[in-house]
């Protein structure tokens, strides 16, 4: 039990380690909102304005392409929003690489310069600077083109850089924006281990705590419970019905308890031949069905036997017919069949006509600790999973909202163990 719980610790101790580690954030996948496209949209046709050329462009890098991310809006202007090209022999790729101001005058008269894709849309010169994301990754350049030479005063080149820096901050902006969303998700994810965590360590605690000194006074209780409805002669409409809460309360204690003992320290099988009609019988009748719930049994009279673990079985259909009892919040009916699968397997299925189970819980339902009742620990249907894939099994579910859930547990029948 000691190694059991320190290898637990250990696994949340180093799961916690791994979400402490803040992943990354990747520049290539941020999304850019449409506020932030119509800032860089007004920066490029005030650039074109003031410098009176055709183009000025905001330019994205996507692998080995530039995309014209934003182009101001003129009819003198060759580029549209979304026009990829090949970054070989372009000047945005120089301004890349080397994170430096590239300025062209006149790309006609310059020899490294006079065979770049540009000079066939008509411009022939070009200024263009950086964009950097906080990281120091390329988002791209922000670059001013003229279809004659052009050598851009002191001026001009400083009022491009103030775009720069403008635009620059934008990315800051978005960057930080989402390393928020990213370390609120992480501290919520931390949050909720730290919990979990929390849970196992007092669940832990209170295993044999509660197994061992609690189920002797409760089966005490029970009985007691048990005789006084022998003794008393004519007890009252009130007695009996405390009496009556008394035995559900002592019940659900008990299927507590157990759940405890079977998650925490799960007792070694021990199978043998079970007739489920019989065995369901009793189960039914040691349990205390409340009035608001009307029982409708179905059961199979050609059955065959099935191979299983009774102390085991004994638990998950309490646990499956605790939780359809309290699924009946008005008046409804619980319904148990049994029935044979391909004379391999025998099937229990037990519905209930409750408040049913939202899709989202669907995916949850067997999670150690999931709970959505305000006094349930979460450890039923996680003992009922782990008894299922302990007797080679299935479990089914099929519910709707309002209308009531079937659970359907399938467990090899002695015919099938025989072959
Ligand atoms: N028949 C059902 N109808 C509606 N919801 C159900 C039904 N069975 C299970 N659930 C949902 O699944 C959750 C988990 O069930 P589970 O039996 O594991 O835990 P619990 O009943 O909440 O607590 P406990 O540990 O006392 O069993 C429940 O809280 C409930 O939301
Ligand atoms: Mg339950």
Redesign the pocket.
């Known amino acids: 039990m000691q190694k059991e719980k320190s290898s637990l610790y250990k696994d949340n101790f180093s799961e916690n380690r791994d979400l402490l580690m803040i992943p990354e954030v990747n520049s290539e996948k941020l999304a850019i909102s449409e506020n932030f496209l119509q800032k860089w949209q007004n920066c490029v046709n005030i650039l074109a304005q003031i410098i009176n050329v055709p183009s000025a462009l905001i330019i994205k890098v996507d692998s080995q392409y530039l995309e014209v991310f934003r182009s101001n809006s003129s009819s003198t202007n060759p580029y549209n929003i979304g026009d990829r090209v090949h970054w070989d022999n372009h000047y945005c790729k120089h301004v890349i690489i080397t994170r430096k101001m590239l300025l062209v005058p006149n790309a006609l008269k310059d020899k490294k310069w006079d065979r770049n894709p540009d000079i066939e849309l008509g411009m022939i010169s070009y200024i263009g600077l950086p964009l950097l994301w906080p990281n120091g990754k390329a988002f791209g350049t922000i670059c001013v083109l003229d279809n004659k030479e052009n050598h851009y005063s002191s001026l001009y080149i400083a009022l491009i850089t103030q775009f720069r820096e403008l635009s620059e901050a934008y990315l800051k902006l978005i960057w930080e924006k989402h390393k928020l969303g990213i370390v609120l998700d992480t501290q919520e994810k931390i949050e909720h281990k730290l919990f979990q965590k929390e849970k196992y360590a007092i669940l832990g605690q209170l295993t044999s705590a509660l197994g061992h000194e609690l189920s002797n006074p409760l089966t005490s209780i029970k009985n007691a419970a048990y005789l006084l409805t022998l003794v008393l002669e004519n007890p009252t409409m009130e007695i009996r019905e405390n009496l009556e809460v008394l035995e559900k309360e002592v019940e659900?204690s008990e299927?507590?308890i157990r759940?405890f003992l079977e998650y925490t320290q799960p007792k070694p099988m021990k199978t043998s031949k079970i007739d489920i009609n019989d065995f369901l019988k009793k189960i039914i009748s040691q349990f205390g069905i409340p009035k608001n719930v009307e029982l409708v049994t179905q059961l199979d009279a050609d059955i065959p036997l099935l191979i299983a673990d009774p102390e085991k079985l004994a638990l998950i259909l309490r646990?499956?017919i605790?939780?359809?009892i309290?699924?009946i919040t008005d008046h409804g009916q619980l319904i148990i069949r049994t029935g044979i699968e391909n004379t391999n397997w025998v099937s229990i299925s037990i519905t209930?006509t409750?408040?049913?189970?939202a899709k989202k819980?669907l995916t949850m339902?067997?999670r150690p600790l999931?709970?959505?009742?305000p006094?349930?620990?979460?450890?039923?249907?996680?003992?009922?999973k782990n008894f299922v894939k302990a007797h080679d099994g299935y479990i089914e579910v099929k519910?709707e909202l309002g209308k009531?859930?079937t659970?359907i547990i399938k467990l090899p029948s002695e015919k099938k163990e025989g072959k």
């Open positions: 659900t299927t507590i759940n646990n499956i605790l939780n359809a309290h699924a209930d409750g408040i049913g189970i819980s339902l067997y999931f709970t959505t009742k006094k349930g620990l979460g450890l039923g249907l996680a003992v009922v519910s009531g859930s659970f």
